[in-house]
């Protein structure tokens, strides 16, 4: 494996750029050791074979999904990352409810107008195979004030921290660039606010951690563009396994250091090859690190 912890010089003084004297020569005597322990992470991911648990549920799923490839289009747009969906009487037959609060899935009914679905995430009741093992899913326990300052500490890098109730359960989180609106057409709340991320409400406080240390990842390693204001460079040309290698890694020791425990190695076993690696920064990545961990709130 070849060492991807080269980098120009230029760039790493660009990465470091905003810290004063002492602190940047902290921040790079730690370097050492979060470079060995990406590089150990992504080893292991190249060692890593299959999902087999996870299989299971998916293998449920279509099993219990049947529909029109127009409907699973309805479905699709409704419910983005939705897994199994069904009505009120197949899940009941299942042994699971639809929760009080679900919002349906509207598709088309033969002979007749329309029909209401719920996904796997409308539901509860009895387990369904394999469910736990989507490499989505993270353990562990982070303090619910620490997930607030994560988010809150976000906004001071322009980026909105929404949670939503419309992703299925095979999507945890996105993060998109904001297109900018004329300023007369800007709302004031949202002047700063360039990127945004979008969390699954619906999944465990864990996983709602590490999926948004994931996604802040992909801002602060530049996969969405460079910062305005020079604090990371724009890197959209790398390909999507460096991508999201460089992001679960962030996520991944963001998570090490907290005391969550995310799937990072099945997740990339899948992405990981000696081409991949090569192309990664972990410069880029203990930055991007740095930056999430800088929990200190914006002024109001």
């Not at 409907?71 to 983005?80: E, F, G, K, Y």
């Not at 699954?200 to 590490?210: G, I, M, S």
Request: with cysteine; net charge neutral; charged share 25%.
């Amino acid at each position: 494996m070849q060492d991807i912890a080269t980098s120009e010089k230029s760039e790493q003084a660009s990465l470091f750029e905003d810290a004063a004297g002492g602190a940047a020569s902290n921040r790079l005597a730690l370097f050492e050791d979060c470079a060995a322990a990406i590089d150990q992470l992504f080893a292991q991911a190249l060692e890593t074979q299959g999902k087999g648990a996870f299989d299971e549920f998916l293998g449920f799923m279509k099993r219990f999904s049947n529909l029109s490839v127009y409907n699973a289009m309805l479905v699709r747009v409704q419910r983005p990352g939705a897994a199994a969906v069904g009505s009120r009487r197949q899940w009941a037959g299942y042994g699971r409810i639809v929760k009080p609060d679900a919002v349906p899935i509207v598709v088309l009914q033969p002979f007749g107008p329309v029909r209401f679905l719920f996904e796997i995430g409308d539901t509860e009741g009895r387990e369904v195979p394999g469910e736990r093992m989507s490499t989505l899913f993270a353990e562990g326990h982070v303090p619910a004030a620490q997930y607030k300052r994560t988010r809150e500490a976000a906004v001071k890098y322009g980026i909105e921290v929404v949670e939503t109730d419309s992703y299925g359960a095979l999507l945890a989180g996105t993060a998109a660039a904001i297109g900018r609106l004329p300023e007369t057409l800007q709302p004031r709340t949202m002047e700063a606010a360039r990127y945004r991320i979008r969390l699954n409400a619906k999944h465990d406080l864990p996983t709602r951690f590490a999926t948004l240390a994931h996604e802040l990842g992909h801002v602060y390693c530049g996969h969405l563009g460079g910062d305005q204001k020079g604090r990371w460079p724009a890197r959209q040309g790398l390909s999507h396994a460096q991508r999201e290698l460089e992001a679960e890694a962030v996520a991944w020791l963001v998570c090490q250091r907290t005391g969550v425990s995310p799937r990072s190695k099945e997740y990339l076993s899948g992405l990981a090859t000696e081409e991949a690696i090569a192309g990664v920064s972990a410069y880029v990545i203990f930055d991007a690190v740095n930056r999430v961990e800088s929990r200190i709130a914006p002024k109001k």
